[in-house]
């Protein structure tokens, strides 16, 4: 069985997120506007991975998330552990946004 997407539904909310990211960016300062920027940029990057109908974005997101987590658990600092804790909390909130539809069939089952 095929998984369909609402794809126009799902990149409709990535770039209304970006949008309203890019309308704090400016104001923002410090950890939060770093947050913002790494927000745009990994939307962008999953938006982008969007376009090709062959890529399982769901999977390519769950990898850098595994990427990520193998970083953190060999990080001894805290200056090099918030900026990956942010990175996977977005991307968290991206693979939400993107594979909720996948996630929603799988729990029927």
Do not use: H
């Amino acid at each position: 069985m095929v998984l369909q997407f609402d794809i126009m539904g799902t990149e409709q909310i990535l770039l209304d997120e970006i949008q309203e990211s890019k309308r704090w960016v400016d104001t923002a300062e410090g950890v939060y506007k770093r947050d913002l920027i790494a927000r745009i940029e990994l939307i962008n990057w999953v938006l982008d991975k969007m376009k090709k109908p062959d890529n399982n974005i769901c999977k390519m997101i769950e990898s850098r998330m595994d990427e990520i987590i193998i970083r953190i658990k060999k990080t001894d600092s805290i200056f090099e552990l918030d900026p990956l804790d942010s990175e996977l909390r977005i991307l968290n909130w991206i693979l939400y946004q993107v594979c909720s539809n996948e996630i929603k069939w799988f729990e029927r089952i």
